[in-house]
């Protein structure tokens, strides 16, 4: 628990002292606009160089006391973000406080679990409590829990398995691109539309840091060796993924800042009475929420490494199974909510493009 305050609040002050670019968010419904400081990926490059350097190089830390203590830090995790959720509950009643649209029901256990203050923050306003548990020490506690059960396998046998590497650099890579993307995440519904209760608290702290490396766990008790043949099939699943995901979500982005743009100009579009145009054609023409499946096929590569052993023991295949689950979810939101925005335009749309996340399939 003392290491576990301790990473929590070192990142806190971290993010405190440290300089970093500032940025707006979006406008709240009140009328205002909060200014976020964006120093994750700073504070990043400092504590994983920091792991990697005494870990690896200078061997003055054995980082496979996180393997050994798993349990204890995850424990250590739900108490703390169980009790950071009733101090969140409890200050949302102050006066002037903002709300959620969908946190302040009036049912306390409902309005506790998906949380009632849209923005909380501390220090007068400078440290918004939200933003900092969504990026800094969850997720970057995720890429050192991983690194550290490299470093558990590295101390017992001398080296590091290929699928460890896998899994090490995939998740490392999806962890520095949403760090140094930091502004991003101002736009997205955890910040702009939900509060900040059990749910994102518990997410952000204990699920995320300590189920996304369930695969990494897996390894070190049950090392993989994966063939040249096995190694290629992964990294090809991975970067099919990889163009899918960003294949679409480019596409989109592009399309979105200037539709006149060389690269998205030749799409087929629905115009909507809403004034804006639907894609329907090109990565987009072949399902509603094809960025989603490449996004999970990724969390495939992400699991392959431990192998079909792994597959029988499900744990380490826990990432794309959840995730599975999530995107469905998360697809059936988004509809309803484009069903309200495009009214009949989204039927015409449905029409054309049939499927709503597998081409042909789903
Ligand atoms: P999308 O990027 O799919 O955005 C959905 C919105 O895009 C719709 O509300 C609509 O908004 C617009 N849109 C939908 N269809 C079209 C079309 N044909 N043409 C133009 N615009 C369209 O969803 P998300 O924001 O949920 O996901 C973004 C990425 O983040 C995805 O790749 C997803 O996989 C990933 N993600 C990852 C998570 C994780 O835990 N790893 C969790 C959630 C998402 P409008 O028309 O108003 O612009």
Redesign the pocket.
């Known amino acids: 628990m003392l290491v576990y305050l301790a990473w929590f609040f070192g990142v806190a002050l971290l993010h405190v002292i440290l300089p970093g670019p500032k940025a707006e968010g979006v406008v709240l419904p009140n009328g205002q606009r909060l200014t976020y400081k964006l120093n994750a990926f700073r504070i990043f490059l400092l504590t994983y160089g920091a792991a990697l350097y005494f870990g690896f190089v200078s061997r003055q830390l054995d980082l496979g006391w996180l393997y050994d203590n798993f349990a204890q830090l995850l424990t250590a995790a739900i108490i703390f973000s169980s009790g950071l959720s009733v101090y969140l509950y409890a200050s949302s009643f102050q006066k002037g406080a903002l709300l959620s649209g969908h946190g302040a029901t009036g049912y306390p256990a409902y309005d506790f679990w998906m949380g009632r203050e849209l923005n909380p923050r501390l220090l007068r306003g400078a440290f918004d409590l939200k933003e900092f548990c969504e990026l800094y020490p969850g997720m970057i506690g995720w890429a050192l829990i991983n690194l550290g059960m490299a470093h558990k396998q590295w101390a017992a046998t001398g080296s590091i398995t290929t699928s460890m590497l896998l899994v090490n650099v995939f998740q490392l890579y999806?962890v520095m691109d949403a760090l140094w993307c930091e502004k991003a995440i101002l736009t997205?519904?955890d910040i702009t539309t939900d509060g900040f209760g059990f749910m994102l608290a518990f997410g952000d702290l204990a699920w995320v840091p300590f189920t996304f490396t369930s695969c990494a766990r897996y390894l070190v008790d049950y090392p993989q060796h994966l063939s040249p043949a096995a190694t290629c099939l992964v990294l090809g699943v991975k970067l099919l993924g990889y163009s899918i995901?960003r294949g679409?979500?480019s596409q989109?982005d592009m399309?979105?800042a200037n539709p006149a743009d060389p690269a998205v100009a030749h799409l087929r579009?629905?115009k909507?009475e809403?004034g804006?145009?639907?894609?329907?054609s090109g990565w987009?023409?072949t399902a509603?929420?094809i960025?989603?499946f490449?996004?999970?096929i990724m969390?495939v590569a992400w699991c392959m490494p431990a192998g079909v052993q792994g597959l029988a023991a499900v744990v380490p295949y826990f990432y794309c199974i959840y995730?599975a689950s999530?995107?469905i979810h998360?697809?059936r939101r988004?509809e309803h909510?484009?069903r309200l925005?495009?009214g009949k335009d989204w039927d015409k749309?449905c029409a054309l493009?049939r499927y709503r996340i597998v081409p042909y399939l789903y």
């Open positions: 999806y997205t519904m995901f679409a979500n989109k399309f979105r579009t629905l909507t809403r804006t145009q639907l894609i329907i987009w023409g509603r929420h960025n989603y490449g996004d999970w969390g995730f999530l995107l998360r697809e988004d909510a484009c925005k495009y749309y493009v």
